[in-house]
């Protein structure tokens, strides 16, 4: 299959069981916040403000702009996602995978 015929797929995980997205989720509540009241939030707030569900977390952030913040949120994890942030995770996970293999192998070889 050529590059010209794939598609690409945004995967919507934000509890971690596929992919770590935790970091890129955060950076997209951070840019959403700013967008919106011009000011950056606390890291403790965003963690106190994190709910098991998004739509939850979103109003417990942004309550009389939850609309709004909403979509915003949906366009900058995209955004971070088409930048290649998930990407880049991916690739280092398996650069890790790799790296762990090796040492096993090695490992095993060595104690031969």
């Given at each position: 299959?050529n ?13 971690g069981?596929?992919?770590d997205?935790?970091?890129?989720h955060c950076?997209?509540?951070?840019k959403?916040?700013r967008?919106?009241?011009?000011a950056?939030?606390?890291?403790a ?10 739509i939850?977390t979103?109003w417990?952030i ?5 609309m709004?913040?909403?979509l915003l949120y ?10 290649n942030?998930?990407e ?5 996970l ?12 090695e490992?095993r070889?060595?104690?031969?």
């Amino acid at each position: 299959m050529n590059s010209e015929s794939m598609s690409k797929k945004i995967v919507w995980d934000l509890d971690g069981t596929l992919f770590d997205t935790w970091e890129t989720h955060c950076e997209a509540i951070r840019k959403t916040y700013r967008r919106i009241y011009d000011a950056d939030i606390s890291m403790a707030k965003l963690i106190c403000s994190q709910a098991a569900c998004l739509i939850d977390t979103i109003w417990n952030i942004f309550k009389d702009n939850y609309m709004e913040a909403l979509l915003l949120y949906q366009d900058m994890f995209i955004a971070l996602v088409s930048a290649n942030k998930l990407e880049d995770k991916i690739k280092k996970l398996q650069e890790q995978e790799a790296q762990v293999v090796t040492k096993s192998i090695e490992k095993r070889h060595f104690q031969k």
